[in-house]
């Protein structure tokens, strides 16, 4: 090297590095053709992580802290240079700094439904989304499989990649069926925590670390979706007949209070356990495996019946213009 080219080269001194702004996973310090002075310092911050790189190869990797950079602090790199001058001279290498923070709400989602075989229901068609929350753990492993000599690389490019992962994954575990839909919607805390456990091993090849992981929605086709609401409204009512005898009981705390005492809440028992009978009966005929579904005739006559009640004082014509039109609506 002639005596102007050594005047031109730059020796660094300290090195360091702080985020021009967020989203930035690694960067490359800016040595272009300087070297570095013996027993300059590096200086690494929390949050940060600093790499050593030469002629292409990983030397030494440091966390947060202040280093003078020599034999005892660069072992590796040493050993990798061979220099018989042992740092007596200036020396090259590329150096790279890692953001090491977590990486805060970041978005997954299905971009088209995935296919889940339900135990309970068959093969649904399922959308869901969320956030998670990552951080690079791994300098070594980053650069190997993404950052390599790029100059900086950013949350946002690895977002794309990350999702991709995040759905495959999803897709894999889920098609499986060891889940059932309705447990996935009644508890996603255990859920998300499930679905961390899945997602978390596919970012580790790439040197980061999934730190949280959560289901925020999960959905069905509408038409399934009606079809189990329908369901809940069903299982809500119950059974017809309890549910009557349940409300004649109950007549019996205000007896006292009506006319006829205990008397009417009699008749209002009975009553009760009538109408229930009823439309127990023309529930078991409609849905019951070998029953014969209740015929038009019998719904009329039980018509009748409640109608009589009415006239007698035992139904209010609230509770039969309710009663006629749940057995006008089955006729239909």
């Known amino acids: 090297m002639g005596l102007m080219d050594f005047i031109k080269k730059q020796f660094v001194d300290v090195i360091e590095w702080t985020e021009p702004e967020d989203g930035i996973l ?3 310090y800016p040595m272009q053709d300087n070297e570095i002075q013996n027993n300059a310092k590096l200086t690494v911050r929390e949050t940060q992580l600093a790499m050593f790189v030469n002629e292409g190869k990983v030397a030494d990797v440091f966390g947060p802290g202040m280093y003078t950079l020599n034999t005892q602090t660069l072992p590796v790199l040493t050993y990798l240079q061979n220099w018989d001058k042992f740092f007596a001279s200036p020396f090259k290498s590329d ?4 953001s090491t923070r977590d990486q805060l709400d970041q978005k997954w989602g299905t971009a088209t439904p995935i296919t889940v075989r339900d135990k309970e229901f068959g093969a649904l068609r399922i959308r869901a989304n969320g ?3 990552y951080a690079l753990k791994d300098p070594k492993a980053f650069y190997q499989k993404v950052s390599g000599t790029r100059e900086t690389v950013t949350v946002n490019e690895m977002e794309g990649q ?3 992962v ?13 889940v059932a839909f309705l447990d996935m ?4 805390k255990n859920f998300s925590e499930t679905l961390y456990n899945a997602v978390a091993p596919a970012l580790t090849p ?7 992981f959560l289901v925020q929605s999960i959905s069905l086709p509408e038409e399934l979706q009606k079809y189990l609401d329908k369901s809940s409204s069903m299982r809500l009512v119950g059974d017809l007949q309890k549910y009557a005898m349940f409300q004649a009981g109950d007549s019996l705390s205000i007896a006292a209070g009506n006319e006829g005492g205990v008397a009417g809440a009699g008749a209002g028992i009975g009553a009760g356990m009538a109408m229930g009978q009823m439309m127990g009966n023309m529930l078991q005929g409609i849905a019951g495996g070998n029953a014969k579904p209740a015929s038009q005739e019998d719904m009329l006559a039980t018509l009748e019946r409640l109608h009589g009640m009415v006239q007698k004082g035992i139904l209010t014509q609230a509770e039969f213009d309710a009663k006629k039109a749940e057995i006008l609506s089955s006729m239909k």
């Open 26 to 28: 690694s960067a490359r």
């Open 95 to 98: 150096v790279y700094f890692f």
């Open 131 to 133: 956030i998670y929350t």
């Open 162 to 164: 990350l999702r991709s």
């Open 166 to 178: 995040i759905m495959t994954e999803l897709a894999s575990f889920l098609g499986n069926g060891d």
């Open 185 to 188: 919607a009644a508890n996603q």
């Open 206 to 212: 790439y040197g980061l670390e999934l730190k949280g």
